[in-house]
């Protein structure tokens, strides 16, 4: 998959979204281009539509760069100090220019896109005969997946957003929806999927989604309406069902962050970035396909800098030896800090500590193990989804459903991979109450999953941002949310643009 959805999306692009236009003397059909009309005739031409689709999780709204900025750094796991104040400010809740491009439009845009994308399949590829109509339902379901997890993340960031289920027009003027009919959306499309993809795809196709992926962005989503039985049951595909055995989690912990074992055993769905293009990101054959987070995440004189981790997660890590006695060997995979070579050996890109005593930096998916600095081509995958994840949802759901119990089992196979020991034995009183547990999840999450793009949804979970006590005591591991505005900064605005062009849409709460 690495090579056959790369390299087909870059040459698929999008000559399927040129509008057809009326014959009239002001509106010509471009002679060098293929109009809506002309396309969704073939096979080929649906299988270039998909291609289209994944191709959006190279575009700098998305994956590829700006998404990062509002998962990790607004969360108490990341900031900027950028000295781009306009940015730093996005992710610091202080939101004034509600069009910032970097931090809130281009963001809106990307993912606007990706779903008229998708939209465009699921509306076209039914009137294309196909030869295996199996094939035309296995595009159909991708294209429903896909168009799932962008409204995910779309609920996740603006909650309250127009539901677009149909090619749209220039002139279209779409409903605003509440986050409800959102999340029943997300549902309804990953549900779809799930019926149809396959538990696995053959060597050509990894890295596609299949039964596990549909299944863990389904619990994501019910988790985060805390529909805890309904999300057990999607979880119950990995420990249960069909999924049962599939997954597992790789020795070395690393290994779900570089280039060199890519789509393994731990990994249920990810992101196939590759540095075979070093183009722009237009829509051209060019196009990069790699991603920008190593060069915008990496220390000051390796790369831009602009956001960083907070260093209060290197003391955390430091709290709880080994059963050997050792520092959490995860720690040295996740996180630059100042005693790195101190306590592991390893030096920053090669290089002497030479930042603040009291800075760290994001480790994960930085390439510093095979070079000395970071470029706009990171060429390693990014995890969405790994095994990992879905052990600690599963002890989180058993937890919520009074099944503490057996839900300390799952975080143990976790904390075993790295030679800790079960919480029975280092934190015993957390198996007392519901409440001990989810408290002590909230650190294995972070211990374990910490920089990879999932921390702002558990806070808004686990009702940490809902009220000011809550937001305080986040507060004292990162004062960024001195800033935050309870009922507001739970989500962003609404770029204003969208909503002065449209009168159907009305502007986030207390913005």
Same mark, same amino acid.
């Not at 396309?39 to 031409?45: A, G, I, M, V, Y």
């Not at 650190?443 to 979970?461: F, H, N, P, T």
């Given at each position: 998959?690495?090579?056959?959805?790369?390299?087909?999306?870059?040459?698929?692009?999008?000559?399927?979204?040129?509008?057809?236009? %009326?014959?009239?003397?002001?509106?010509?059909?471009?002679?060098?281009?293929?109009?809506?009309?002309?396309?969704?005739?073939?096979?080929?031409? !649906?299988?270039?539509?998909?291609?289209? +689709?994944?191709?959006?999780?190279?575009?700098?709204?998305?994956?590829?760069?700006?998404?990062?900025?509002?998962? @990790?750094?607004?969360?108490?796991?990341?900031?900027?100090?950028?000295?781009?104040?306009?940015?730093?400010?996005?992710?610091?809740?202080?939101?004034?220019?509600?069009?910032?491009?970097?931090?809130? !439009?281009?963001?809106?845009?990307?993912?606007?896109?990706?779903?008229?994308?998708?939209?465009?399949?699921? /509306?076209?590829?039914?009137?294309?005969?196909?030869?295996?109509?199996?094939?035309?339902?296995?595009?159909?379901?991708?294209? %429903?997946?896909?168009?799932?997890?962008?409204?995910?993340?779309? =609920?996740?960031?603006?909650?309250?957003?127009?539901?677009?289920?149909?090619?749209? %027009?220039? @002139?279209?003027?779409? +409903?605003?929806?509440?986050?409800?009919?959102?999340?029943?959306?997300?549902?309804?499309?990953?549900?779809?999927?799930?019926?149809?993809?396959?538990?696995?795809?053959?060597?050509?196709?990894?890295?596609?989604?299949?039964?596990?992926? /549909?299944?863990?962005?389904?619990?994501?989503?019910?988790?985060?309406?805390?529909?805890?039985?309904? /999300?057990?049951?999607?979880?119950?595909?990995?420990?249960?069902?069909?999924? !049962?055995?599939?997954?597992?989690? $790789?020795?070395?912990?690393?290994?779900?962050?570089?280039?060199?074992?890519?789509?393994?055993?731990?990994?249920?769905?990810?992101?196939?970035?590759?540095? $075979?293009?070093?183009?722009?990101?237009?829509? @051209?054959?060019?196009?990069?396909?790699?991603?920008?987070? !190593?060069?915008?995440?990496?220390?000051?004189?390796?790369?831009?800098?602009?956001?960083?981790?907070?260093?209060?997660?290197?003391?955390?890590?430091?709290? *709880?030896?080994?059963?050997?006695?050792?520092?959490?060997?995860?720690?040295?995979?996740?996180?630059?800090?100042? +005693?790195?070579?101190?306590?592991?050996?390893?030096?920053?890109?090669?290089?002497?500590?030479?930042?603040?005593?009291?800075?760290?930096?994001?480790?994960? #998916?930085?390439?510093? #193990?095979?070079?000395?600095?970071?470029? #706009?081509?990171?060429?390693?995958?990014?995890?969405?989804?790994?095994?990992?994840?879905?052990?600690?949802?599963?002890?989180?759901?058993?937890?919520?459903?009074?099944?503490?119990?057996?839900?300390?089992?799952?975080?143990?196979?976790?904390?075993?991979?790295?030679?800790?020991?079960?919480?029975?034995? =280092?934190?015993?009183?957390?198996?007392?109450?519901?409440?001990?547990?989810?408290?002590?999840?909230?650190?294995?999450?972070?211990?374990?999953?910490?920089? *990879?793009?999932?921390?702002?949804?558990?806070?808004?979970?686990?009702?940490?941002?809902?009220?000011?006590?809550?937001?305080?005591?986040?507060?004292?591991? @990162?004062?960024?949310?001195?800033?935050? $505005?309870?009922?507001?900064?739970?989500?962003?605005?609404?770029?204003?643009?969208? $909503?002065?062009?449209?009168?159907?849409? %009305?502007?986030?709460?207390?913005?």
């Amino acid at each position: 998959m690495k090579q056959y959805i790369k390299l087909t999306i870059a040459i698929s692009l999008m000559v399927l979204i040129m509008p057809s236009c %009326k014959k009239d003397l002001l509106n010509v059909d471009n002679p060098n281009t293929i109009t809506e009309e002309q396309f969704w005739k073939t096979e080929s031409d !649906a299988e270039k539509g998909v291609n289209a +689709a994944y191709a959006m999780f190279y575009k700098p709204g998305g994956w590829s760069r700006w998404i990062y900025f509002r998962l @990790d750094l607004t969360s108490d796991e990341g900031f900027s100090n950028s000295p781009w104040i306009e940015l730093a400010d996005w992710t610091r809740f202080q939101y004034v220019n509600y069009n910032f491009w970097e931090g809130n !439009a281009i963001t809106w845009r990307d993912t606007y896109k990706a779903i008229f994308r998708c939209n465009q399949v699921l /509306a076209n590829l039914p009137e294309i005969p196909f030869t295996d109509n199996n094939k035309k339902e296995l595009l159909l379901a991708q294209a %429903k997946f896909l168009r799932g997890l962008h409204y995910y993340y779309a =609920a996740l960031l603006w909650e309250n957003i127009p539901l677009v289920l149909e090619p749209s %027009k220039p @002139d279209d003027l779409p +409903a605003q929806r509440p986050l409800a009919e959102v999340w029943a959306q997300v549902e309804k499309d990953l549900t779809e999927a799930l019926a149809v993809l396959p538990v696995s795809w053959d060597a050509a196709n990894v890295g596609r989604p299949n039964k596990g992926a /549909a299944n863990a962005f389904l619990a994501r989503t019910y988790m985060q309406q805390r529909k805890w039985p309904q /999300a057990k049951t999607a979880l119950d595909y990995f420990i249960t069902g069909a999924g !049962a055995g599939k997954y597992e989690l $790789v020795t070395n912990f690393q290994d779900n962050f570089t280039h060199t074992n890519e789509n393994n055993k731990e990994s249920v769905f990810e992101i196939q970035f590759s540095d $075979v293009n070093k183009g722009g990101d237009g829509d @051209d054959p060019n196009q990069n396909m790699g991603h920008n987070r !190593a060069q915008f995440f990496a220390p000051r004189g390796i790369g831009w800098s602009d956001g960083q981790a907070r260093y209060w997660m290197v003391d955390e890590f430091k709290k *709880e030896k080994t059963t050997a006695n050792a520092i959490d060997p995860r720690l040295r995979y996740t996180l630059f800090y100042p +005693a790195l070579f101190a306590d592991f050996g390893d030096k920053i890109y090669g290089r002497n500590w030479e930042w603040n005593a009291n800075e760290a930096w994001f480790r994960k #998916y930085q390439r510093d #193990y095979f070079r000395t600095n970071e470029d #706009y081509f990171a060429q390693n995958n990014v995890r969405l989804i790994r095994y990992a994840d879905v052990l600690l949802m599963y002890a989180e759901v058993l937890n919520e459903l009074d099944q503490t119990a057996t839900a300390a089992g799952y975080v143990n196979t976790v904390r075993a991979r790295s030679n800790m020991a079960s919480l029975a034995t =280092a934190h015993p009183a957390v198996l007392m109450s519901k409440d001990a547990f989810r408290d002590r999840l909230k650190i294995e999450r972070m211990l374990e999953l910490c920089g *990879e793009s999932v921390r702002w949804a558990d806070l808004k979970r686990w009702g940490d941002l809902e009220t000011p006590a809550k937001v305080s005591a986040v507060a004292q591991r @990162d004062p960024d949310f001195n800033n935050f $505005v309870v009922g507001k900064h739970v989500r962003l605005p609404i770029p204003q643009t969208e $909503v002065l062009n449209n009168p159907n849409l %009305k502007q986030n709460d207390k913005y």
